[in-house]
């Protein structure tokens, strides 16, 4: 079933070292996150490694390891994440056994680990509060942004760290408050819904002065390039109480997330790529992942040290926990001259993958003609045959 591979190609299983399904199961999503892959095969993060950090860069060398593995071994065989989970269990204690473990808990984890061995910061400047109410929303997430990048710079943030913005607006006077905060992901249940805050969650009306009641507006300022949703089944992640399997209809391709966006003109389209599956209760359960593979572009099924062809129409089931979304890129475009003149198109940004062409340069001499081929990056093509293409759609 390995198409026309000789080798296996990120198709490798993990074996389970007891309970630790919840880790394979992440792992297997990362090891499929094309720019965290590239990262650890081209072993940039050799360039990146902070040797300041609390954890002396371990944690960050073994995952590449395993990555390398996973995409360069000969043979299809499950590998042991062993070394890993040992450097794992040192940057956080409470991985430290066998026991089932929250898999978008670890995911947190692992990330923060990876990130703080390879942040660009290795002297982070001292905190002190900024005053920035008198600017106007996106200039002051702006700021808030980069005050963040000042402390919190890498490959792991540039991937999956976006920015959310909270809107607070007072019941009494109708003040509105705007809050920036950095996501590393969306739990969804909370995300983009307006909701009314009360009782002790009262917050403090910079104008009135006083507890007010008020509404909680959250919109996405800067989306990340890999957007991770967290589907919040259990009541809380440490002490699982109970579990919902609820069936979420989540689109596998073009997620448009341009409705939660503070500026609905940004590109906001993803596409899924892996999902973390927990099945079973909160006693007692299993962790897999369907991750469709960058390279082949095709999905499979990922049980600990089994991997499997599946069809991207059973990727959605109501055993989903996180999934792991894509930005797609804007569509860029090329025009190869086979003609006299040339076309220069101009494709205003973030419009999807429509035709939207304005010819620029001189416009064909009667009696001559000129063919034309315009390629999407998308691979959606077009010619033109002496012809003015004046939006194309
Ligand atoms: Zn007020």
């Given at each position: 079933?390995?198409q026309n591979?000789?080798?296996?190609?990120?198709?490798?299983?993990?074996?389970?070292?007891?309970?630790?399904?919840?880790?394979?199961?992440i792992?297997?999503?990362?090891?499929?996150?094309?720019?965290?892959?590239?990262?650890?095969?081209?072993?940039?993060?050799?360039?990146?490694l902070?040797?300041?950090?609390?954890?002396?860069?371990?944690?960050?060398?073994?995952?590449?390891?395993?990555?390398?593995?996973?995409?360069?071994?000969?043979?299809?065989?499950?590998?042991?994440?062993?070394?890993?989970?040992?450097?794992?269990?040192?940057?956080?204690?409470?991985?430290?056994?066998?026991?089932?473990?929250?898999?978008q808990?670890?995911?947190?984890?692992?990330?923060?680990?990876?990130?703080?061995?390879?942040?660009?910061?290795?002297?982070?400047?001292?905190a002190?509060?900024?005053?920035?109410?008198?600017?106007?929303?996106?200039?002051?997430?702006?700021?808030?942004?980069?005050?963040?990048?000042?402390?919190?710079?890498?490959?792991?943030?540039?991937?999956?760290?976006?920015?959310?913005?909270?809107?607070?607006?007072?019941?009494?006077?109708?003040?509105?408050?705007?809050?920036f905060?950095?996501f590393?992901?969306?739990?969804?249940?909370?995300?983009?819904?307006?909701?009314?805050?009360?009782g002790?969650e009262?917050?403090?009306?910079?104008?009135?002065?006083?507890?007010?009641?008020?509404?909680?507006?959250?919109?996405?300022?800067?989306?990340?390039?890999?957007?991770?949703?967290?589907?919040?089944r259990?009541?809380?992640?440490?002490?699982?109480?109970?579990?919902?399997?609820?069936?979420?209809?989540?689109?596998?391709?073009?997620?448009?997330?341009?409705?939660?966006?503070?500026?609905?003109?940004?590109?906001?389209?993803?596409?899924?790529?892996?999902?973390?599956n927990?099945?079973?209760?909160?006693?007692?359960?299993h962790?897999?992942?369907?991750?469709?593979?960058?390279?082949?572009?095709?999905?499979?099924s990922?049980?600990?040290?089994?991997?499997?062809?599946?069809?991207?129409?059973?990727?959605?089931?109501?055993?989903?926990?996180?999934l792991?979304?894509?930005?797609?890129?804007?569509?860029?475009?090329?025009?190869?001259?086979?003609?006299?003149f040339?076309?220069?198109?101009?494709?205003p940004?973030?419009?999807?993958?429509?035709?939207?062409?304005?010819?620029?340069?001189?416009?064909?001499?009667?009696?001559?003609?000129?063919?034309?081929?315009?390629?999407?990056?998308?691979?959606?093509?077009?010619?033109?045959?002496?012809?003015?293409?004046?939006n194309?759609k």
């Open positions: 079933h390995l591979s000789k080798s296996p190609q990120g198709l490798v299983g993990l074996r389970n070292l007891g309970n630790t399904c919840f880790m394979n199961s792992l297997q999503c990362l090891s499929n996150t094309r720019d965290l892959r590239d990262y650890c095969l081209h072993s940039s993060h050799r360039r990146d902070n040797s300041n950090s609390r954890t002396h860069t371990t944690l960050m060398e073994e995952f590449a390891k395993l990555i390398q593995t996973l995409w360069t071994s000969s043979s299809s065989e499950a590998v042991s994440p062993s070394e890993f989970k040992t450097q794992i269990q040192k940057y956080a204690p409470r991985f430290v056994g066998y026991n089932q473990q929250d898999a808990e670890f995911l947190r984890f692992l990330l923060d680990g990876l990130h703080n061995e390879v942040n660009r910061i290795t002297v982070r400047p001292r002190h509060a900024e005053d920035w109410d008198h600017l106007a929303d996106d200039e002051k997430g702006k700021k808030m942004w980069n005050k963040y990048l000042e402390r919190e710079d890498s490959r792991v943030v540039d991937l999956f760290v976006g920015q959310l913005k909270s809107t607070l607006t007072c019941s009494e006077c109708g003040y509105c408050s705007t809050v905060d950095p590393w992901d969306l739990s969804l249940p909370i995300a983009k819904k307006s909701r009314g805050c009360d002790d009262k917050p403090t009306c910079h104008r009135c002065k006083a507890r007010r009641k008020c509404t909680k507006k959250f919109t996405i300022q800067k989306f990340p390039r890999i957007l991770v949703l967290h589907l919040k259990f009541s809380e992640a440490r002490v699982r109480t109970s579990k919902l399997s609820t069936f979420v209809n989540f689109p596998l391709k073009d997620l448009d997330l341009r409705e939660f966006a503070s500026d609905n003109s940004v590109n906001a389209v993803y596409n899924l790529y892996a999902v973390s927990h099945s079973g209760t909160t006693l007692g359960g962790y897999t992942a369907y991750c469709r593979n960058p390279t082949l572009g095709e999905w499979y990922f049980n600990d040290s089994r991997v499997t062809p599946m069809s991207s129409s059973q990727v959605r089931s109501s055993d989903a926990y996180v792991f979304y894509e930005l797609s890129p804007p569509p860029r475009f090329y025009s190869f001259f086979v003609g006299l040339e076309i220069t198109p101009y494709f940004p973030n419009r999807g993958c429509g035709w939207s062409a304005e010819p620029r340069g001189c416009p064909p001499r009667a009696g001559s003609w000129s063919l034309f081929f315009l390629i999407s990056s998308c691979g959606c093509y077009r010619t033109a045959v002496n012809e003015r293409i004046p194309l």
